[in-house]
């Protein structure tokens, strides 16, 4: 199959927790754009292993090069031994979209002590460990760094405490697009609204009302996807430390419409 078209030709896309969801969504529009993608998976063998390489034949198929890389963004040791993969693989990188997150569903005042420093190592110091890891690379190459972020950040959520380290990051998107500016690296967020992955499966256990939105309220992880891809295009090189919310106006009201409200008994 040949790829849909050029705009990223002799590019190179890390993007993190690219094994499934919104982040294979990612990797996938990134090849459909030229590139050639990594696609970063937690663990090294099972299932984790599995849905990567199967991302990889993917993009494979759109006729570009992938490659499987594992590794816990958590340690800071395993992100340096992934970001000399990617030095070896193509001895550039243009693209790194931080897409991978790991919290539980459950209220704060439930967190377990070790609930909250893996809610810190993975999903801030973590993305942390790979900006550090990534930058030398990217300004080499002009490059773009792209946070996935989600509408927790700004709404309660009663059993989604990776809402406050998406506010975090959303925070760090900013300072470090003043930060890298002057090194030619352009740093953005993408908030995404309610996206119906496995992640959606579990939280509407959590929430009542949620399998009640309407589809058209719903956005998929392609269009998150197209936005990243936007972000990383020359079109976008006046947008800089900006988070970009994609929900389909889910946030834009603060009325509460009839599907949104419980019967009453």
């Not at 969504?25 to 590139?35: E, T």
């Amino acid at each position: 199959m040949i790829v849909e078209n050029s705009l990223f030709t002799d590019k190179v896309a890390l993007v993190t927790g690219s094994s499934r969801g919104i982040g294979k969504a990612v990797a996938l529009a990134f090849a459909k754009a030229g590139a050639d993608v990594l696609v970063n998976h937690s663990k090294p063998e099972g299932t984790s292993k599995t849905k990567a390489e199967g991302v990889c034949r993917q993009i494979e198929e759109l006729g570009r090069k992938s490659v499987a890389v594992a590794a816990d963004i958590g340690s800071k040791a395993s992100v340096g031994e992934m970001m000399e993969a990617v030095y070896g693989w193509r001895g550039r990188l243009d693209f790194l979209v931080l897409s991978a997150a790991r919290a539980p569903f459950k209220p704060i005042e439930k967190l377990l002590e070790r609930e909250m420093k893996q809610l810190v190592e993975t999903n801030y110091m973590g993305n942390i460990f790979c900006i550090q890891k990534a930058l030398p690379l990217l300004e080499a190459s002009g490059g773009k760094i792209v946070f996935i972020s989600s509408l927790g950040s700004r709404f309660y959520n009663p059993s989604y405490p990776l809402g406050s380290m998406k506010a975090a990051m959303e925070t760090l998107v900013r300072d470090c697009a003043q930060s890298f500016a002057q090194r030619g690296v352009q740093v953005n967020a993408v908030c995404g609204g309610i996206v119906r992955t496995d992640s959606f499966k579990t939280l509407r256990q959590y929430m009542d009302d949620l399998e009640n939105i309407p589809d058209e309220l719903c956005v998929s992880p392609e269009a998150l996807a197209d936005v990243v891809v936007f972000l990383c295009s020359p079109l976008a090189r006046g947008i800089c430390g900006q988070t970009i919310v994609v929900d389909n106006g889910l946030s834009n009201s603060l009325y509460r419409p009839a599907w949104a409200k419980k019967p009453k008994l």
